[in-house]
């Protein structure tokens, strides 16, 4: 059975405006022409438009769909994962907005007309910041090409390492990570670990948390013996909640500063309440004179160039100020631990990673903030870069 346009239009509902539009753009070819001229359609053509409607409903580009119905490398498995993603990041964006809105609705009752303009400006540039942010951490690309600068490290005792020695994890233990990245202090502390734990790992980006999996897949096949749980959720840290409590440490390693002040006592309550009474919340942060030198460059030659620590609202100076409300601090410790790097590339690199702004002037100008890279250097061919990082150590307020 053949149809011509018309009749292939009545059959499936659609217009043959529709039809003739899917045939421009390749994705809907016809069977074969009749005598004058005509297309020609038949019940593949119809099995087609189904999927092309069935994409098209699932918010696939008309690219994506045309790839995906000519393509026999990509399985549709992989492609829907893909635009499952790409769907949450879009769910995640407008609920921003909804906090937006609502936020700048509850401010502005409480301030004048020409002060909630201001204010709805502040409310919104805050958002697109922590969008940057989700966009920066998205892929764990930024953040290797970050932490690959650590690793010329003059401390004696390697980050993950001291920060293992701090936290003190013991057998049987039930620990959350809050913003736990690509697992990273995990695959970096994995032969130490005692056996028996149940390790909770969040993160807002689903990117990421592919990465962690793989992670602590590795760390279960390397370690059986060890007989570790690992259990994963993606969350958002800004209006976080948890399926469970009971937790012997909770961990926010270097990602306080991501979220909106507002946000964070919210978060602090919610901490709280997971933890068991002798439990323990620890965060690290980076301190005011984090990475001074490398700021001090890029300033000089590029001050349009923002680095994100700059705008950092919590601090390891300032931290206790804002915790001692919700949890008793015990202890700030500073990690000793310089950089002295040999090579201009990997702090291009690192400075570059820090936004697409950054990039792009780094990209135009490489020669020249290479050039003042290796001035930087001292006579052993070392740049010295400050680094000032460390943990708060926190428990339960009594009550």
């Known amino acids: 059975m053949k149809y011509t346009v018309g009749e292939l239009a009545r059959k499936t509902g659609l217009t043959t405006r529709t039809i003739r539009f899917y045939d421009e753009k390749g994705i809907l070819t016809p069977c074969g022409y009749a005598e004058n001229g005509y297309r020609l359609y038949n019940l593949k053509s119809i099995e087609t438009l189904e999927k092309i409607l069935l994409l098209k ?6 690219e994506e769909i045309g790839t995906l119905i000519k ?11 893909k635009q499952e993603e790409i769907l949450l990041e879009k769910k995640n964006h407008i609920e921003r907005l909804i906090q ?5 609705g509850s401010k502005a009752q409480e301030t004048a007309d020409t002060d909630s303009w201001a ?13 940057l942010i989700d966009t920066q951490y998205q892929t764990d690309e930024n953040l290797n090409k970050r932490i690959s600068i650590h690793a010329y490290s003059t401390a004696k005792t390697e980050w993950f390492q001291w920060l293992f020695e701090k936290v003190q994890l013991k057998a049987g233990m039930k620990i959350l990570e809050i913003g736990c990245g690509n697992a990273l202090f995990w695959k970096n502390v994995a032969e130490k670990l005692p056996s028996n734990l149940e390790i909770h790992l969040t993160d807002y980006s689903l990117g990421m948390l592919e990465k962690a999996k793989l992670v602590a897949d590795d760390i279960c096949r390397k370690y059986p013996e060890k007989n570790l749980k690992f259990v994963f959720q993606q969350k ?3 209006a976080f909640s948890y399926p469970t409590g009971g937790f012997d440490r909770i961990m926010a390693n270097h990602c306080l500063y991501h979220f909106e002040k507002s946000s964070r006592p919210g978060l602090y309550r919610k901490i709280a309440e997971l933890l068991k009474d002798d439990g323990i919340f620890s965060c690290t942060l980076i301190g005011r004179t984090h990475i001074r030198e490398l700021l001090h460059l890029t300033e000089r030659y590029f001050p349009e160039i923002k680095f994100m620590t700059g705008e950092f609202d919590i601090l390891l100076e300032t931290a206790s100020d804002e915790l001692k409300d919700f949890f008793k601090v015990n202890s700030v410790e500073e990690h000793e ?6 090579d201009e590339e990997v702090v291009f690199n690192y400075v570059s990673s820090f936004s697409e702004e950054a990039a792009e002037t780094l990209n135009a100008h490489r020669e020249i903030f290479l050039q003042a890279i290796r001035d930087e250097m001292n006579d052993n061919g070392d740049m010295f870069i400050h680094k000032s990082t460390g943990i708060v150590m926190c428990t339960k307020l009594k009550k």
């Open 119 to 131: 204010l709805l400006k502040d409310i919104v540039d805050m958002t697109k910041n922590r969008e």
């Open 236 to 238: 958002d840290a800004t």
């Open 57 to 62: 409903f699932l918010g696939f580009s008309i």
């Open 100 to 104: 937006a809105v609502q936020l700048a």
């Open 71 to 81: 393509s026999k490398d990509e399985p549709l498995a992989a492609s829907l994962k």
């Open 337 to 342: 631990n310089d950089l002295l790097v040999p």
